[in-house]
Nanobody
Framework: VQVTESGGGLVQAGDSLRLFCAAS????????MAWFRQAPGKEREFVAA???????YYGDSVKERFTIAKGTVKATVFLQMNRLKSEDTAVYYC?????????????????????WGQGTQVTVSS
């Protein structure tokens, strides 16, 4: 299974940016997909997740500004980021839980996720 992110870049504070993620594999189905981010010198932070029932979860620091949504193609998600702040600067990682795994998930913990992308850099200048 390969997870690929795109859409990162350099923007100014107050701007918007849209990230895209696709998880691909011959028979892969995602139970949930999520975005995490990691700023220099900080731990990885939960951003947003959406599961197979379309339950959605957001980190406190991005609520009301970021929106996660499934794409029209299976195992794809978007992250719409509005009113960006300098503190949103980080590498953004997409992650997926494979539907073939059984278990109880919080969907907000990085330990729930089996597959990870390489990350895409988002830099917000103030």
């Amino acid at each position: 299974v390969q997870v690929t992110e795109s859409g990162g870049g350099l923007v100014q504070a107050g701007d918007s940016l849209r990230l895209f993620c696709a998880a691909s594999g011959p028979t892969f189905s995602a139970y949930a997909m999520a975005w995490f981010r990691q700023a220099p010198g900080k731990e990885r932070e939960f951003v947003a997740a959406i599961n197979w029932k379309d339950d959605i979860y957001y980190g406190d620091s991005v609520k009301e500004r970021f929106t996660i949504a499934k794409g029209t193609v299976k195992a794809t998600v978007f992250l719409q980021m509005n009113r960006l702040k300098s503190e949103d600067t980080a590498v953004y990682y997409c992650a997926a839980i494979g539907a073939h795994y059984s278990g109880e998930y919080t969907f907000v913990s990085e330990h729930d996720y089996h597959y990870w992308g390489q990350g895409t850099q988002v830099t917000v200048s103030s």
